[in-house]
């Protein structure tokens, strides 16, 4: 089974930041099947990126992911006042196993 | 347009069964996948397991096969997680999702609003 580690599980920023979050695999996730989920309190997550690269429908393009293998990131360009919220990483590539890590919550410093 | 509409909120006693609900509309629910997600409070999600409605084909994360049942009527549209002897560490709040593609390997497109469940003597 392939464990997911999102680093940092806190951070901090400004709006108008830069925001770089991070997602480890324990092993390669196949044909880069990863996943960003953004969730605000008290709603359910919503896709943001998917095929590690690739942005959801409707989804603003200040928001966009990156990487292969076992490291991944997701990168949120100039942060706007509703961006700040708690993010995932998912994989779904492998055996019908669809892990999530611990989540990265981006707050407002 | 596509919407998954969970059943509500329920207060059970540990030992007590409970089925909840995912009605989904607006897609061919017989063609795309249904997962379980779990979140237990302050904590981050789980995967519980998925089912494809056309056949039934199921399949359960390790950490929760034997714990819950996953089943679909597709005649009504609507999938179910359930057990059958709550326990007070299943008080959690429990999504439905889509898969975005019949291929199981894409990620999950649309959610329910979520169906909080509160175990309790």
């Known amino acids: 089974e392939i464990v997911l580690t999102q680093s940092p599980a806190t951070l901090s920023l400004s709006p108008g930041e830069r925001a770089t979050l991070s997602c480890g695999a324990s092993?390669?996730?196949?044909?880069?099947?990863l996943a960003w989920y953004q969730q605000k309190p008290g709603l359910a997550p919503r896709l943001l990126i998917y095929?590690?690269?690739s942005r959801a429908t409707g989804i603003p393009d200040r928001f966009s992911g990156s990487g292969s293998g076992t490291d991944f990131t997701l990168t949120i360009s100039r942060l706007e006042p509703e961006d700040f919220a708690v993010y995932y990483c998912?994989?779904?590539?492998?055996?019908?196993?669809?892990?999530f890590g611990q989540g990265t919550k981006l707050e407002i410093k | 347009e596509v919407q998954l509409v969970q059943s509500g909120a329920e207060v059970k006693k540990p030992g007590e069964s409970l089925k909840i609900s995912c009605k989904g509309s607006?897609?061919?629910?017989?063609?795309?996948?249904i997962g379980w997600v779990r979140q237990m409070p302050g904590k981050g999600l789980e995967w519980m397991g998925i089912?494809?409605?056309?056949?039934?084909?199921?399949r359960y994360s390790p950490s929760f096969q034997g714990q819950v049942t996953i089943s679909a009527d597709k005649s009504i549209s609507t999938a179910y997680l359930q057990w059958s002897s709550l326990k007070a560490s299943d008080t959690a709040m429990y999504y439905c999702a889509r898969l975005s593609s019949a291929a199981p390997v894409s990620p999950f497109d649309y959610w329910g609003q979520g169906t909080l469940v509160t175990v309790s003597s």
């Open positions: 998912q994989q779904y590539g492998s055996s019908l196993m669809y892990t």
């Open positions: 607006g897609y061919s629910f017989t063609s795309y996948w």
């Open positions: 089912i494809y409605p056309g056949d039934s084909d199921t």
């Open positions: 095929d590690a690269s």
């Open positions: 092993q390669s996730v196949s044909s880069s099947y």
